[in-house]
């Protein structure tokens, strides 16, 4: 057991603890003590737990991509690609300003303001970004495979918008938009994308 580390210390507990200060501050913001101070441990323990600041980001970025892939993966169930842009537009909608955690989203807000010796910080989030991307992408394909789509429809100029849209209302959502606010832009971009789409009724 790693010194320094209490015995009632929860791993995920401590990681949800660490993502939120992240979230809230971003990478370069926070701060060891805060880091330290809300997960329980002192930074002996941090380094050998995660090797660095950068390390339990990663850590924190995973059980993140983790709960926001499953929301993913309920949305890409939904039977039309229409009714899949809808529900990831509303969802991200309540999800960014859901008063549980902090507004915005983890993936656009940690990689803010990010200077000498993080660079490599805005590039992790952005592959984690094209993950939800890509897998958007699969299913507009899969879409236009069954005819959801016309022939003209392009799965991933239609992934990339909704993409570029979702990160979008996560700057505005962490910058004080509300649910309503972030609802309009929503259904505004959901007409955007069935021009785009040009959905088979």
């Known amino acids: 057991m790693a010194m320094g580390r209490p015995r ?4 995920d507990k401590a990681l949800d603890e660490a993502m939120e200060i992240f979230w809230r501050h971003g990478y370069e913001g926070a701060t060891i003590a805060q880091l330290t101070d809300v997960m329980g441990i002192n930074p002996p323990s941090l380094y050998a737990a995660f090797g660095s600041k950068e390390g339990l980001l990663r850590a924190a970025l995973d059980r993140y991509t983790a709960k926001r892939a499953a929301f993913l993966t309920e949305i890409l169930q939904a039977p039309t690609a229409r009714a899949v842009a809808e529900k990831l537009l509303m969802g991200i909608a309540d999800v960014q300003t859901d008063p549980s955690h902090p507004p915005g ?50 799965p991933c100029a239609l992934a990339r918008y909704l993409s570029a849209v979702t990160v979008g209302m996560g700057v505005m959502a962490s910058s004080g938009a509300g649910r309503e606010e972030l609802r309009e832009i929503a259904s505004l971009s959901l007409k955007a994308f069935e021009q785009q789409a040009a959905t088979v009724s």
């Open 8 to 11: 009632a210390f929860n791993a």
């Open 105 to 154: 989203c983890l993936l656009v807000q940690g990689g803010l303001a990010c200077g000498s010796g993080s660079e490599n910080v805005p590039f992790e989030l952005a592959s984690r970004r094209a993950e939800t991307e890509d897998r958007l992408r699969q299913r507009f394909e899969q879409a236009k495979a069954e005819g959801d789509l016309t022939a003209t429809a392009d």
